[in-house]
């Protein structure tokens, strides 16, 4: 039944493309960065385990006396530069059954920083963007929206892309934790998952010319129920 469906959705969408070849169906596309680290950066620190930036495959917000804070970035190269909705997505892991979980402060990171390099003490400026998100799941995926704040990236009608710092609202034996772009499985690594319209040419076929199976040069016969020669070079085309 599942597979029925899908053929009859992928038909009607072709169909719908042959009648109105000026439909633009909207489209999807997403980042997960790999374990090289090329199109994303994650990291964590926290100010009692030590000053050095943590990469161990988790990303941890929270504390008891402490804090640990998050450092995450996605890169935005080949990404649609306008869309109708943007969104980022962590999953969540059980810490500790000995802990409770705590609603995150999403921070706007202000300058570069390098997750190779950074620390707590060098953590770059970052201002309040979300204060009121609910608390994560204790496994599972968490997302916020970040449709505005994408398009502005994407405009220049903002600051850079410099990414988020994630710290808890709550450090009382409170701590979340999430895969970083490090986790050995990449189905749990982090995303930003965007939305849009795509331009009317991407629907439109492409052709190559010539041919793989391109011949020097062709006869035409029996043109409109008569008897030709027609010689034409590769890559060239005569009417009559």
Same mark, same amino acid.
């Given at each position: 039944?599942?597979?029925?469906?899908?053929?009859?959705?992928?038909?009607?969408?072709?169909?719908?493309?042959?009648?109105? +070849?000026?439909?633009? @169906?909207?489209?999807?596309?997403?980042?997960? =960065?790999? &374990? !090289? #680290?090329?199109? /994303?950066? %994650?990291?964590?620190?926290?100010?009692?385990?030590?000053?050095?930036?943590?990469?161990?495959?988790?990303?941890?917000?929270?504390?008891?006396?402490?804090?640990?804070?998050?450092?995450?970035?996605?890169?935005?190269?080949?990404?649609?530069?306008?869309?109708?909705?943007?969104?980022?997505?962590?999953?969540?892991?059980?810490?500790?059954?000995?802990?409770?979980?705590?609603?995150?402060?999403?921070?706007?990171?202000?300058?570069?920083?390098?997750?190779?390099?950074?620390?707590?003490?060098?953590? +770059?400026?970052?201002? @309040?963007?979300?204060?009121?998100?609910?608390? =994560?799941? &204790? !496994? #599972?995926?968490? /997302?916020? %929206?970040?449709?505005?704040?994408?398009?502005?990236?994407?405009?220049?009608?903002?600051?850079?892309?410099?990414?988020?710092?994630?710290?808890?609202?709550?450090?009382?034996?409170?701590?979340?934790?999430?895969?970083?772009?490090?986790?050995?499985?990449?189905?749990?690594?982090?995303?930003?998952?965007?939305?849009?319209?795509?331009?009317?040419?991407?629907?439109?076929?492409?052709?190559?010319?010539?041919?793989?199976?391109?011949?020097?040069?062709?006869?035409?016969?029996?043109?409109?129920?008569?008897?030709?020669?027609?010689?034409?070079?590769?890559?060239?085309?005569?009417?009559?």
């Amino acid at each position: 039944m599942t597979v029925s469906i899908h053929k009859t959705i992928v038909m009607h969408a072709i169909a719908a493309l042959l009648l109105f +070849p000026g439909l633009v @169906l909207a489209a999807t596309k997403s980042v997960q =960065p790999g &374990a !090289s #680290g090329n199109t /994303g950066l %994650d990291v964590w620190l926290g100010n009692r385990a030590g000053t050095v930036q943590q990469r161990d495959g988790r990303l941890l917000v929270g504390g008891n006396g402490d804090e640990n804070n998050t450092l995450l970035r996605f890169d935005l190269s080949g990404m649609p530069q306008q869309v109708t909705q943007a969104s980022i997505f962590i999953y969540a892991y059980p810490y500790s059954a000995t802990t409770t979980r705590t609603p995150i402060l999403w921070f706007l990171n202000t300058q570069q920083w390098k997750s190779s390099k950074v620390d707590w003490n060098s953590q +770059p400026p970052a201002t @309040l963007l979300y204060a009121t998100l609910s608390t =994560p799941p &204790a !496994s #599972g995926w968490y /997302g916020i %929206d970040i449709t505005n704040l994408y398009n502005a990236w994407r405009l220049g009608t903002t600051n850079l892309n410099y990414g988020f710092r994630l710290r808890p609202q709550s450090t009382n034996n409170n701590y979340d934790a999430f895969y970083s772009y490090l986790a050995q499985q990449t189905s749990v690594r982090p995303i930003l998952q965007v939305n849009y319209s795509p331009p009317a040419s991407e629907s439109v076929p492409r052709l190559k010319w010539p041919l793989s199976t391109a011949k020097t040069s062709s006869t035409i016969n029996t043109v409109f129920g008569g008897s030709s020669t027609i010689t034409c070079s590769d890559g060239n085309l005569k009417e009559h």
